[in-house]
């Protein structure tokens, strides 16, 4: 059975997603894509609370206390297909308080999977549909020429992670119309 639980932090209510073991979702409030494939799972009656949502709520306290916990401490499971949890795993790599491009993410994905090159807006597909938003750190990628461009969950949120992880914003450029992927 799917279970859902929230949690409250500095960027809004978070929902918690699980399939009883693993943490299979976080989403921010009002974000893109919010519960993903699990959409329809939401509001129905849940069992006891799984122990992985103790866990989740112990890692986000840490992250939000300006700890770095890495996101392979936390049993994550997100649903979506190879492509999505190939890039998912390179998000996962970023170093906490650094950033990568598209692009760059791209080239490391066309050398895992034996391919010369991979687009940018494919691995900003996959980004969109990152379903465990936070953990799976997919607001520490920006476009190639310094724009904040593409955050499901929010500009105002992707400056706020970046800001919080001690990220110079300053550097880099917020589009006149802001995209959420």
Same mark, same amino acid.
């Given at each position: 059975?799917?279970?859902?639980?929230?949690?409250?932090?500095?960027? !809004?209510?978070?929902?918690?997603?699980?399939?009883?073991?693993?943490?299979? !979702?976080? @989403?921010? #409030?009002? #974000?893109?894509?919010?519960?993903?494939?699990?959409?329809?799972?939401? !509001?129905?009656?849940?069992?006891?609370?799984?122990?992985? %949502?103790?866990?989740?709520?112990? @890692?986000?306290?840490?992250? %939000?206390?300006? #700890?770095?916990?890495?996101?392979?401490?936390?049993?994550?499971?997100?649903?979506?297909?190879? %492509?999505?949890?190939?890039?998912?795993?390179?998000?996962?790599?970023?170093?906490?308080?650094?950033?990568?491009?598209?692009?760059?993410?791209?080239?490391?994905?066309?050398?895992?999977?034996?391919?010369?090159?991979?687009?940018? #807006?494919? &691995?900003?597909?996959?980004? $969109?549909?990152?379903?465990?938003?936070?953990?799976?750190?997919?607001?520490?990628?920006?476009?190639?020429? !310094?724009?904040?461009?593409?955050?499901?969950?929010?500009?105002?949120?992707?400056? @706020?992670?970046?800001?919080?992880?001690?990220?110079?914003?300053?550097?880099?450029? &917020?589009?006149?119309?802001?995209? $959420?992927?």
């Amino acid at each position: 059975m799917y279970c859902l639980t929230s949690y409250a932090s500095p960027i !809004g209510l978070l929902t918690l997603g699980s399939d009883g073991k693993h943490l299979t !979702g976080l @989403w921010i #409030q009002g #974000q893109k894509y919010f519960g993903g494939e699990n959409v329809g799972e939401i !509001g129905k009656e849940q069992g006891p609370e799984p122990a992985v %949502f103790g866990d989740a709520r112990k @890692w986000l306290d840490r992250y %939000f206390s300006g #700890q770095k916990p890495c996101p392979d401490e936390l049993p994550l499971a997100p649903e979506g297909t190879e %492509f999505q949890k190939l890039i998912w795993g390179l998000l996962c790599e970023i170093p906490y308080g650094t950033v990568t491009t598209y692009g760059d993410l791209a080239k490391k994905a066309a050398a895992r999977m034996g391919r010369d090159t991979m687009s940018g #807006q494919a &691995v900003g597909g996959a980004l $969109a549909h990152n379903p465990v938003s936070i953990i799976i750190p997919c607001h520490r990628v920006v476009g190639s020429g !310094g724009s904040l461009t593409g955050y499901a969950g929010g500009l105002d949120r992707k400056i @706020w992670l970046l800001d919080h992880e001690g990220v110079d914003v300053s550097r880099f450029s &917020v589009p006149v119309k802001g995209t $959420a992927l």
